[in-house]
């Protein structure tokens, strides 16, 4: 059973276990993804990595009715100087896990190998500006971050849609614990992520959020002040989006 709460603007869905939230996040989205087709012909979506999203995409994948030959999709973030082959690169994770599992019109990655970082960047945001999106699903990270827009580093306004950001220690050492990485050395130091208004910018932002782990920074989300200490607190102003939360990463919530 799905309880549904709102948080200023933002629309909070409550599940019981992983399984249950990520089947209610697959559905919206499968709905989203028909309208935008409906409507246009074609669908953009852009998709998070990270252990957080394997019941979501699972899901996601496994749900029927989606026409994936009229899809476009993109992911948000990808380490700087890190090939694609390598077993922590989000360009693989989506290959793997996403793109090798429908018939996508096109999946386009952003290349962490990229001789020139910056012009990666500049290419990737031509693309989102030729294809908006309809729909971003994202994650939150353990120190609040929307894809690799850690506190020091976020802007709610934005100018550039994807830059390039040095990591706070806390991503590095997330990407240690959920084993991606042997030791917080490996860990590359720099990005390349999409920004939070271009994220935000997406008609539908779906914000996938299971594990217990994640119950600290979904509370400061949701009950502290909006500000970039959480980036992900900005969800709070957006009507477009929902907060899909299990009953590990909801334990702070008031009854």
């Known amino acids: 059973m ?11 869905r409550v599940g019981g276990d992983t399984a249950e ?11 989203a993804l028909h309208s935008a087709i409906d409507a246009r012909g074609e669908a953009n979506v852009m998709l998070a990595t990270g252990n957080s999203q394997l019941a979501f995409l699972d899901e996601l994948m496994r749900i029927d009715g989606v026409d994936w030959a009229r899809v ?47 012009a990666e960047a500049d290419r990737y945001a031509g693309l989102l500006r030729t294809h908006p999106l309809d729909v971003c699903c994202a994650g939150i990270g353990e120190n609040g971050h929307l894809a690799f827009n850690d506190p020091p580093v976020a802007d709610f306004d934005d100018p550039l849609d994807v830059k390039i950001v040095g990591l706070e220690p806390a991503s590095r050492r997330q990407q240690v614990g959920e ?32 594990e217990a782990r994640k ?24 009507p477009n989006a ?14």
């Open 72 to 118: 476009r999709g993109f992911h948000m973030d990808e380490y700087v100087g890190l090939p694609p082959a390598h077993s922590a690169s989000f360009q693989r994770y989506m290959r793997e896990r996403v793109a090798a599992r429908a018939p996508f019109m096109e999946f386009h990655y952003l290349t962490g190998d990229a001789p020139d970082p910056q």
């Open 2 to 12: 799905i309880d549904e709460r709102r948080f200023d603007a933002l629309a909070v």
């Open 21 to 31: 939230m990520a089947r209610d996040a697959a559905e919206v989205c499968a709905a």
């Open 179 to 210: 084993g991606h990485f042997a030791s917080l050395d490996e860990v590359p130091t720099h990005a390349l992520t999409v920004t939070i208004p271009a994220i935000l910018r997406a008609g539908r932002v779906l914000v996938i959020v299971p």
């Open 242 to 255: 929902v907060l899909f939360l299990d009953d590990a990463s909801s334990a702070r919530l008031a009854p």
């Open 215 to 238: 119950a600290d920074p979904v509370h400061a989300a949701l009950y502290g002040p909006v500000s970039t200490a959480c980036p992900a607190s900005v969800l709070r102003r957006q």
